[in-house]
């Protein structure tokens, strides 16, 4: 073989990977061929492991716009001749490499996704995972991340509204950054990356090219991560400010109706967007890069066409209009300069001039091999999937245990986070970050609203990655639901090790056939996504970590719930539990299980019928006025949902109003011996609904009714939370632990 195997390591291809690029072109390929190979067959762009595997989804539906993969996003038909377009992607080994600007330009990435939709970026979100807090090397990631983050979208002036973040060992050497966008457009508006007419230009528009990002794809991306210095020059630097131009630049170009194709330069620079967009509308492109827009000298065909620096897309327009494309870019400052044409031979050529330096075929490029492994648990996964209560002790204080819950990384409230992200720029926020369980969002021009939100929980898919999959997808649609939005889509950031391993193969096999069934269950298809794999040092993989983003609609932007409960007096019902339990599967993975005794243990489960009635009736009570506040019970149990919707009473975040609660006497005669299973047990379905007392007992039966078992668990008043015999905290001593949790750690 007369390409050596560090070479081929650096991009990430095998030996016998290389041997089939030989094949199919019949010769051996140049230096600037194999790094074309090396990023397009790159795990991230390629998604060899991973594409057998992700057919299982369900990716349509009847409002579904783009077929998954298709396109740079999902677009969903809301109504009124209105678009959402939405995706989420990670940036997790540039962001472990240098926090600030791999989380910013991880963020610059997925609005340009959406820009290539034609669609206006109006929301952010993101899924954070760190190594444990008291460890200063993790504070330092977390604060650079949430630097990174908030100096990007608020530069760019598109607010960031929901998001989690949370901490464990696993990610100590693999911090998770994976960013989400949400953008509007008309219907008959969007945009397609497809270009398939011969003849038509390309246009390169945005920042000028540099040496920065080249192997992001295939030698940052698609392996495991070990040496962070040795790839620090594989990140790339953002500028929003350009990337704010250039936002505004794309709109009013779109906007003459002259642009027929859009791609933004994202893994793969210039190399994924050109044949990309080229195999999508299977024809060919002939580039010359002499005419590539350059902000360093001397740089060679290779680095041009691999480099990942950011704030670029790529236009495709009749070369008659290119002129008047040109002229709407240089009015917003920005670089726009033709740098090829459309053919119809489906090959990509490269040029320097008039020297060839690359010819390929798309098809050839672009057709990734596919590998479908075997995989298998390890005995030590089976192992601690066994779980017995009497193996857990009781502690001693039921207040003692739920303030330090409430501090807990895990669960403590996020409010220093947030509060560095402008989450009411462009005037649609509703519900915005702390105050709900999903964000909610005007649609301007009509009575609608949307509703928006993240998740993910790793330790359930370690200890159950089938089981964990179903339960990702229910929390995220089950939040929706707590806005009284009804569930439209999904996308999905697949967070995962090395798929080589049998172990982790098996976990992302299981985990995506466990989304696939409750996607199908729960009516949410998964319209776009990313894969991230390889997420691993020294031989220990991360956990399992599917993040799973959702939108929903609300036909009345007024019927919407918030988290806390509104002031005084009002009745809770708990939707989803007949009575509380006190099950060994309650206590799988759960918050208080990993603070209290250092395990992660059990095996969750979660029916999925239940989860589709629960989530039904709670819309419908939200609709129709009954429900005043919804929260779901997930990380800590009934007595964390309880408390946070104490201490975020009358819709206040950050510490106003708060409001009490008592237990009701059948409510506590009937809790469990093993009340810390039930208390803090993490059992699916449930959902907590506030209400006038008049309402209750119509709830109750509509519960009934709806197959949905239903408890009245008490009322909502005073100063302190209240549970007989087990629980007396004024509420201001929860909101001290909620809140302080956190503190200090941002600097």
Same mark, same amino acid.
């Not at 962070?228 to 131009?245: H, I, W, Y």
């Not at 993490?682 to 506030?690: F, K, L, P, Q």
């Given at each position: 073989?007369?390409?050596?195997?560090?070479?081929?390591?650096?991009?990430?291809?095998?030996? /016998?990977?290389?041997?089939?690029?030989?094949?199919?072109?019949?010769?051996?390929?140049?230096?600037?061929?194999?790094?074309?190979?090396?990023?397009?067959?790159?795990?991230?762009?390629?998604?060899?492991?991973?594409?057998?595997?992700?057919?299982?989804?369900?990716?349509?539906?009847?409002?579904?716009?783009?077929?998954?993969?298709? *396109?740079?996003?999902?677009? #969903?038909?809301?109504?009124?001749?209105?678009?959402?377009?939405?995706?989420?992607?990670?940036?997790?080994?540039?962001?472990?490499?240098?926090?600030?600007?791999?989380?910013?330009?991880?963020?610059?990435?997925?609005?340009?996704?959406?820009?290539?939709?034609?669609?206006?970026?109006?929301?952010?979100?993101?899924?954070?995972?760190?190594?444990?807090?008291?460890?200063?090397?993790?504070?330092?990631?977390?604060?650079?991340?949430?630097?990174?983050?908030?100096?990007?979208?608020?530069? #760019?002036?598109?607010?960031? @509204?929901?998001?989690?973040?949370?901490?464990?060992?696993?990610?100590?050497?693999?911090?998770?950054?994976?960013?989400?966008?949400?953008?509007?457009?008309?219907?008959?508006?969007?945009?397609?990356?497809?270009?398939?007419?011969?003849?038509?230009?390309?246009?390169?528009?945005?920042?000028?090219?540099?040496?920065?990002?080249?192997?992001?794809?295939?030698?940052?991306?698609?392996?495991?991560?070990?040496?962070?210095?040795?790839?620090?020059?594989?990140?790339?630097?953002?500028?929003?400010?350009?990337?704010?131009?250039?936002?505004?630049?794309?709109?009013?170009?779109?906007?003459?109706?002259?642009?027929?194709?859009?791609?933004?330069?994202?893994?793969?620079?210039?190399?994924?967007?050109?044949?990309?967009?080229?195999?999508?509308?299977?024809?060919?492109?002939?580039?010359?890069?002499?005419?590539?827009?350059?902000? &360093?000298?001397?740089?060679?065909?290779? &680095?041009?066409?691999?480099?990942?620096?950011?704030?670029?897309?790529?236009?495709?327009?009749?070369?008659?209009?290119?002129?008047?494309?040109?002229?709407?870019?240089?009015?917003?400052?920005? &670089?726009?300069?033709?740098?090829?044409?459309?053919?119809?031979?489906?090959?990509?050529?490269?040029?320097?001039?008039?020297?060839?330096?690359?010819?390929?075929?798309?098809?050839?490029?672009?057709?990734?091999?596919?590998?479908?492994?075997?995989?298998?648990?390890?005995?030590?996964?089976?192992?601690?999937?066994?779980?017995?209560?009497?193996?857990?002790?009781?502690?001693?204080?039921?207040?003692?245990?739920?303030?330090?819950?409430?501090?807990?990384?895990?669960?403590?409230?996020?409010?220093?986070?947030?509060?560095?992200?402008?989450?009411?720029?462009?005037?649609?926020? @509703?519900?915005?970050?702390?105050?709900?369980?999903?964000?909610?969002?005007?649609?301007?021009?009509?009575?609608?609203?949307?509703?928006?939100? #993240?998740?993910?929980?790793?330790?359930?898919?370690?200890?159950?990655?089938?089981?964990?999959?179903?339960?990702?997808?229910?929390?995220?649609?089950?939040?929706?639901?707590?806005?009284?939005? *009804?569930?439209?889509?999904?996308?999905?950031?697949?967070?995962?090790?090395?798929?080589?391993?049998?172990?982790?193969?098996?976990?992302?096999?299981?985990?995506?056939?466990?989304?696939?069934?409750?996607?199908?269950?729960?009516?949410?298809?998964? @319209?776009?996504?990313?894969?991230?794999?390889?997420?691993?040092?020294?031989?220990?993989?991360?956990?399992?970590?599917?993040?799973?983003?959702?939108?929903?609609?609300?036909?009345?932007?007024?019927?919407?719930?918030?988290?806390?409960?509104?002031?005084?007096?009002?009745?809770?019902?708990?939707?989803?539990?007949?009575?509380?339990?006190?099950?060994?599967?309650?206590?799988?993975?759960?918050?208080?299980?990993?603070?209290?005794?250092?395990?992660?243990?059990?095996?969750?489960?979660?029916?999925?019928?239940?989860?589709?009635?629960?989530?039904?009736?709670?819309?419908?009570?939200?609709?129709?006025?009954?429900?005043?506040?919804?929260?779901?019970?997930?990380?800590?149990?009934?007595?964390?949902?309880?408390?946070?919707?104490?201490?975020?009473?009358?819709?206040?975040?950050?510490?106003?109003?708060?409001?009490?609660?008592?237990? /009701?006497?059948?409510?506590?005669?009937?809790?469990?011996?093993?009340?810390?299973?039930?208390?803090?047990?993490?059992?699916?379905?449930?959902?907590?609904?506030?209400?006038?007392?008049?309402?209750?007992?119509?709830?109750?039966?509509?519960?009934?009714?709806?197959?949905?078992?239903?408890?009245?668990?008490?009322?909502?008043?005073?100063?302190?939370?209240?549970?007989?015999?087990?629980?007396?905290?004024?509420?201001?001593?929860?909101?001290?632990?909620?809140?302080?949790?956190?503190?200090?750690?941002?600097?």
């Amino acid at each position: 073989m007369p390409v050596s195997k560090e070479i081929l390591d650096e991009i990430a291809l095998s030996p /016998a990977e290389y041997d089939l690029i030989v094949a199919r072109l019949g010769r051996e390929p140049n230096p600037v061929e194999l790094g074309m190979f090396g990023a397009l067959w790159s795990e991230h762009c390629g998604y060899k492991h991973s594409r057998p595997l992700l057919g299982m989804l369900p990716t349509g539906s009847a409002r579904t716009l783009s077929q998954a993969g298709a *396109e740079n996003a999902g677009a #969903i038909d809301i109504g009124n001749g209105l678009a959402v377009v939405f995706k989420v992607e990670s940036h997790n080994h540039p962001s472990a490499v240098e926090p600030l600007q791999g989380a910013a330009t991880g963020v610059g990435g997925i609005v340009r996704d959406i820009l290539a939709m034609g669609a206006r970026p109006i929301a952010l979100l993101n899924s954070l995972r760190f190594g444990p807090p008291d460890d200063a090397a993790n504070r330092r990631l977390l604060r650079g991340v949430v630097d990174g983050i908030g100096w990007y979208g608020n530069c #760019i002036g598109v607010p960031d @509204v929901a998001g989690e973040i949370y901490f464990d060992d696993s990610y100590a050497q693999n911090p998770l950054v994976n960013a989400m966008c949400v953008g509007i457009a008309r219907i008959d508006e969007l945009a397609s990356a497809a270009a398939d007419r011969p003849g038509d230009a390309l246009l390169l528009a945005g920042a000028g090219t540099g040496r920065d990002g080249i192997h992001g794809a295939s030698g940052l991306a698609s392996r495991t991560f070990e040496a962070a210095q040795e790839l620090r020059p594989t990140v790339q630097v953002g500028n929003p400010f350009l990337e704010k131009s250039l936002i505004e630049a794309c709109l009013e170009a779109l906007a003459t109706g002259k642009v027929r194709a859009l791609q933004d330069l994202g893994a793969a620079g210039l190399t994924g967007a050109a044949v990309e967009s080229a195999a999508r509308g299977r024809r060919g492109i002939a580039l010359d890069i002499s005419r590539v827009h350059r902000r &360093e000298s001397g740089m060679t065909g290779y &680095e041009v066409m691999l480099s990942e620096s950011q704030e670029r897309m790529l236009l495709v327009t009749a070369p008659e209009d290119a002129d008047a494309i040109g002229d709407v870019f240089a009015k917003w400052d920005v &670089e726009c300069r033709a740098i090829g044409t459309v053919t119809e031979e489906p090959t990509a050529r490269v040029s320097d001039g008039i020297a060839a330096i690359a010819a390929a075929p798309v098809n050839h490029l672009t057709d990734a091999p596919r590998y479908r492994l075997a995989g298998a648990p390890s005995a030590e996964a089976l192992a601690r999937q066994q779980l017995r209560l009497r193996d857990v002790p009781m502690p001693g204080d039921a207040g003692e245990t739920l303030l330090r819950l409430l501090a807990s990384p895990n669960i403590a409230s996020r409010q220093g986070v947030y509060r560095q992200y402008d989450h009411q720029v462009q005037t649609n926020t @509703v519900v915005g970050p702390g105050a709900g369980d999903a964000a909610v969002l005007r649609v301007k021009g009509t009575g609608q609203a949307i509703a928006v939100a #993240i998740d993910g929980n790793g330790r359930q898919c370690y200890l159950d990655p089938y089981r964990g999959g179903q339960m990702a997808v229910a929390e995220v649609t089950r939040n929706l639901s707590c806005a009284g939005a *009804e569930p439209l889509a999904l996308t999905d950031c697949l967070n995962f090790g090395n798929p080589e391993r049998p172990e982790v193969y098996y976990q992302l096999e299981q985990c995506i056939r466990g989304m696939a069934r409750a996607c199908r269950m729960l009516g949410a298809p998964v @319209v776009s996504g990313n894969v991230s794999l390889y997420n691993e040092s020294q031989g220990t993989a991360i956990f399992p970590t599917p993040i799973v983003g959702g939108l929903g609609l609300l036909d009345d932007v007024s019927r919407h719930c918030g988290a806390g409960f509104p002031a005084g007096g009002l009745a809770v019902v708990l939707l989803g539990a007949g009575r509380l339990t006190a099950r060994a599967t309650d206590l799988a993975g759960s918050e208080y299980l990993n603070t209290m005794h250092g395990m992660v243990r059990g095996r969750p489960r979660i029916d999925l019928t239940l989860e589709r009635r629960v989530q039904a009736l709670c819309r419908r009570l939200i609709a129709d006025g009954t429900a005043l506040s919804a929260h779901d019970c997930s990380d800590g149990g009934l007595a964390v949902t309880l408390a946070e919707s104490c201490i975020l009473g009358d819709g206040r975040v950050g510490g106003g109003a708060a409001v009490g609660f008592t237990a /009701a006497a059948e409510f506590v005669a009937e809790l469990p011996r093993r009340w810390d299973a039930a208390w803090f047990g993490e059992a699916c379905s449930r959902i907590m609904v506030a209400m006038e007392p008049d309402q209750a007992a119509a709830a109750l039966r509509a519960a009934a009714d709806a197959g949905v078992p239903a408890l009245a668990i008490g009322e909502t008043g005073g100063p302190r939370l209240r549970v007989d015999g087990l629980v007396d905290l004024a509420v201001a001593d929860l909101a001290g632990a909620w809140y302080g949790g956190l503190s200090g750690l941002l600097g």
